[in-house]
């Protein structure tokens, strides 16, 4: 089965890559900038005109606040820049803003800025595909009629994508990204060009329409709060700016360095074409509405439901190239193009935290695995599903999917640097040298601004946006928060029971008689009842076997295995592909193949739990390793169970079964019996 699967697999994500080519997949500065920047980047694409829809709701006239909007959003943009810098060059290990609140802030703020984060980057690739989707039917109609049919294929393309690996995929996706920020610059350039040294009169598409305001006359507390709600909008620019943070290790080195230049030239980017999308859809008079088939009018009456309302970027470039021109057509692709590729920050990102919430046993061991091109492929399979069923619930209606967006982002931005200000307290209270004293203290000031700033925002975003959906987002936080609690609990509890004693116990001692190969992922008790029971079996030969796909794990393993003087020769295979099935699978077939009159027993020791959810979280090595080995002639396979206490449960819910008479039971039986019985 494996051999037709593997055909289709290297055609669609290329060869397996070796563990000890991991450093030819490191990223130039000009490669991460896309790679982990495309999101807010692309941001601008977006983030003006969900400005101007919420003001939209009290009619044209308050669009003239959206100037001051923009200014807020830009210092707000810096201000965090600024702050992440400090993470970068403090913590370049890749945890960002998990490790930082984890370690400063302890492990249940932690657990909280990971939950957001998850939370966020799986509605990064809802909302930008969405996004991307729309910005593409403004120039291809069949797109926007099967939205939802077009957004699930272009998830699904950005995961076999990325499934290639981090640098290949981060190759294909610069040039589209490069595109549309030269595109955006070119318009812009040219638009201030046209308006102030030509005197052209630039109208926008919707320019002669006009909008009937939901509210009319806004003032006071219920104008500040429509002002609050269209900032937090704007907010959306911001959202991918702490993925440089968490993927500092895949940069060159010097990494630290590396990680904070790119975000530099990510934030001047990105506020320059955001404030200059704003200007210009001022200046070319462009019309937004929450709802256009009856709040936009033209002529004196409703544009209707047939009505498609273009993106401000699209308006834009219409009114700046001319509608239809070739520099509005590569635009509007390119723009579509880089939406679609944004939701690799969250590709990049989430595998990456879930690898490391993986190897801190708050998810599945299976996410901190490598997959054949050294990406965390199971991560992203698990983060393209999400997005998907998130696509499907909501229609691709990336205004309805943004409404959820921003509030995780924040959450992880405000902890993370209070977590930063606590950090540099701790270093300032025994640091003796004054010049790096007063480098902690400025960047104390930087992290203790950012904090409070994004804590403000943080606040406005959760008031103007709970009802509007941001209830979702949080009610996502809350289940990842408690699965990810639980998962660590049961390896916790897992752990403690099979940690192997340093004095002999029970599971050392041998039983009554049997051998061969006993496998050994690491020295427990399971591993200890394992070897204590192939000493039965009247063997020729008796040896451990261990796969190496981690050397530090390996090192432990044997010093471990010496320091206790077990008198069974173990034997440690390399594999450099990470694999552990096939490894084991060729040096049984040597065996044979050197004696094939022999017969080979496998002694594998397995886990037995009482609960549905645990057989997704052990024995999955085993099984597949059980399903390879039966299909060998010649090779006998044992399995060594262990019980854990949860296995008690199971036993429990059998002996219930046993004692319980089904409804109708009594007539089961032969008829003959029956017939007799009735009589």
Partial sequence: ??????????????????????????????????????????????????????????????????????????????????????????????????????????????????????????????????????????????????????????????????????????????????????????????????????????????????????????????????????FSSGCAALTGVEAISNGVPAFRKPKSKNAATTLAAMGLLAVTMFCGIIALAMATDVKMAQNPATDLIHNGSPVGGTFVQDPVISQVAA???????????????????????????????????????????????????????????????????????????????STRLIQLYIVGVFVSFTLSQTGMVRHWNRHLRTERDPARRRHMMRSRAINTFGAFFTGLVLVVVLATKFSHGAWVALLGMVIFFGTMTAIRKHYDRVAEEIAAPDTPADDSIRPSRVHSIVLVSKLHRPTLRALAYAKLVRSDQLEALSISVDAADTKALREDWERRGIDIPLKILDSPYREVTRPVIDYVKALRKDRPRDVVSVYIPEYVVGHWYEHLLHNQSALRLKGRLLFTPGVMVTSVPYQLESSEAAKLRARRRANWTAPGSVRRGPVERRQKESR
């Fill in 1 to 230: 089965m494996s051999k037709l699967t593997d055909v289709p697999k290297r055609i669609l994500i290329g060869r397996a890559l070796r563990s000890d080519r991991l450093g030819e997949t490191l990223l130039p500065k000009r490669i991460a900038l896309p790679v982990f920047a495309s999101d807010p980047l692309s941001s601008v694409a977006y983030a003006p005109g969900e400005v101007l829809l919420v003001l939209s709701i009290a009619g044209v006239s308050a669009y003239r606040f959206s100037p001051w909007i923009a200014v807020a959003v830009v210092v707000l943009m810096f201000t965090v820049v600024a702050s992440y810098r400090q993470n970068v060059r403090e913590y370049p290990s890749g945890g960002g803003d998990y490790e930082v609140a984890n370690t400063n802030l302890g492990p249940k703020a932690g657990l909280t800025v990971a939950s957001a984060l998850l939370v966020d980057y799986v509605l990064t690739v809802a909302v930008s595909i969405s996004s991307g989707v729309e910005n593409l039917g403004s120039a291809i109609p069949f797109v926007v009629e099967h939205k939802t049919f077009c957004a699930v294929g272009a998830i699904v393309l950005l995961t076999l994508m990325n499934l290639r690996g981090v640098k290949e995929s981060g190759k294909l996706f610069a040039i589209p990204t490069y595109l549309f920020v030269a595109g955006v610059f070119i318009m812009i350039i040219w638009g201030a060009f046209r308006g102030l040294v030509l005197g052209d009169t630039m109208h926008a598409p919707t320019s002669d329409y006009e909008i009937r305001p939901e509210h009319q006359g806004l003032a006071g507390f219920a104008l500040i709060f429509l002002l609050l709600r269209a």
């Fill in 319 to 397: 009114a700046v190239f001319g509608d239809g021109s070739f520099f509005f057509v590569l635009l509007a692709a390119a723009t579509a193009l880089v939406l679609f590729l944004a939701a690799n920050t969250a590709y990049n990102g989430f595998p990456l935290l879930g690898s490391i919430l993986a190897q801190d046993r708050y998810l599945p061991r299976q996410l901190h695995t490598r997959g054949d091109r050294l990406a965390f492929s199971n991560g992203i399979v698990l983060l393209a599903g999400a997005a998907i069923l998130l696509v499907w619930v909501y229609g691709a209606d």
